[in-house]
């Protein structure tokens, strides 16, 4: 595992970052490290690098077991269950680190959950039971765990949402969680403005498409993700250290003046209104190579890399 950390080290250095020790002294939460596929563990490795002490929750026992060896492997020791959909299982996680630490400096959401069966077809058919429950866990939560860590951050802090760009745009398949991103989104800036008077900032990584378990439940994602990562203008896919690096930035007091915002970290694909001429030639005609070549079975060699 200190491999990974350094590997992390190495990604900043690599991206002329070779700084040290940005989050030194500061004292944050995790929430939503599944696996080391998880975006909140590239997140979680690269502020370890930086110095950060962290503390990690966890869904379940059976996910406990693999985020404790992570954890550990960052010299993480406060590690708690929590499924925010119980509420005092919420509550419990911000007493403990109350206890434990007497503050919080920054806090890391990194949680979404849609019923995998409302992840594919028509948006219109979306149960209301699914609805409700996507929202709270995919969007509430963040606001419910935010104002309990912003009542810790007693000499300010900064705080990092996940998001995805199916909250602004229709995606396919996206469906309530489309609904649930632009919420939480809207959240981020209400939330900016609350805590602002407090020194604590509110932002969220829109991130591009990243093999994840979350993401596999996407119905066809792997030809999503392909499409999106070989039309973007960096003509590829991101990884968890940028992910990575731009929490840190977030989170770190490089970006001081800087709240309320939605920063993408998906190669520009969200800029793009259309791929390239060349690109659409070839798929009305299903011939080319190069990045002009975008047949299933091509996308799905991608997205399977
Ligand atoms: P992941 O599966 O590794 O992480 C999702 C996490 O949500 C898991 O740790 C899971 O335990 C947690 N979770 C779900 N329901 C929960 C509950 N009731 N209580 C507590 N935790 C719960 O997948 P990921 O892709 O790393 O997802 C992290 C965030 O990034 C999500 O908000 C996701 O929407 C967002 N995101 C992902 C992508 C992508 O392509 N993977 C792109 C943009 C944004």
């Not at 954890?71 to 708690?80: I, K, N, R, T």
Request: glycine letters at 12%; hydrophobic letters at 45%; proline letters at 2%.
């Amino acid at each position: 595992m200190e491999v990974r950390v350094a590997s992390a080290q190495n990604a900043l250095e690599h991206l002329g970052l070779g700084m040290q020790g940005l989050m030194q002294g500061k004292r944050g939460l995790i929430m939503g490290v599944a696996n080391d596929h998880s975006i909140a563990w590239g997140i979680a490795r690269t502020l370890a690098s930086q110095g950060a002490t962290l503390a990690f929750t966890y869904q379940g026992e059976a996910l406990g077991k693999r985020v404790r060896p992570l954890a550990e492997s960052l010299g993480a020791d406060l590690l708690m269950t929590c499924d925010v959909e119980d509420i005092a299982s919420v509550d419990k996680v911000f007493t403990t680190i109350g206890e434990k630490w007497g503050g919080l400096d920054f806090l890391v959401h990194a949680v979404a959950f849609s019923d995998k069966n409302e992840l594919k077809g028509r948006y219109a058919d979306t149960s209301r039971a699914n609805f409700v429950r996507t929202m709270l866990i995919s969007c509430f939560s963040f606001t419910e765990a935010a104002k309990r860590a912003a009542a810790l951050m007693t000499n300010g802090g900064a705080m990092v949402t996940l998001t995805y760009n199916g909250g602004t745009r229709a995606m396919p398949n996206y469906n309530a969680m489309g609904l649930a991103k632009a919420a939480l989104e809207a959240s981020v800036r209400y939330l900016a403005v609350d805590f602002g008077g407090h020194a604590i900032r509110v932002n969220a990584i829109s991130a591009g498409p990243i093999r994840t378990l979350a993401g596999a439940g996407i119905s066809d994602a792997r030809f999503m993700f392909a499409y999106q990562q070989r039309h973007s203008p960096l003509h590829r896919g991101v990884t968890l250290d940028e992910l990575g690096g731009a929490a840190l930035y977030l989170l770190s007091d490089l970006s001081t003046g800087v709240t309320g915002e939605i920063h993408f970290v998906d190669s520009g694909y969200n800029a793009i209104a259309m791929p390239q001429p060349e690109a659409l030639r070839v798929s009305a005609t299903g011939n080319g190579n190069g990045n002009g070549n975008i047949n299933n079975e091509e996308s799905a060699k991608d997205a399977a890399q």
